[in-house]
């Protein structure tokens, strides 16, 4: 697990490739994706503790499809997709992973 400190740099951009979970412990966050017909749509906005991640991106090696835009300088906490399988593979390393 990693701490990314006073970021204010969006996590998450559409085209790239997620290889972080990133998971905001303070922030006011907000997912959107770009379209033809409406061109900004939401798909949340959240004032803390939220995973910033596009999940399918994540899993599968995809381009990301969602943005993620922070509103404030924010404290994120990210662990990276190697890590992550590590913590899979050792169930007793959980606690700590969730104690964070």
Known sequence: MHFWKNVSDPPVNS???????F?????ISQ???MSEIVKQQTLWIEP???????????RRGT????????????DVMYI???DLVELYAKPDQWSLFGNV
């Open 31 to 33: 997912a959107y994706r």
């Open 80 to 82: 990276a997709h190697e």
């Open 63 to 74: 381009t990301d499809q969602m943005n993620v835009q922070l509103y404030e300088d924010s």
């Open 15 to 21: 085209g790239d490739v997620t290889s972080e979970v």
């Open 48 to 58: 803390k503790m939220k995973f910033l991640t596009d999940m399918e991106s994540f």
């Open 23 to 27: 998971i905001a412990k303070k922030s």
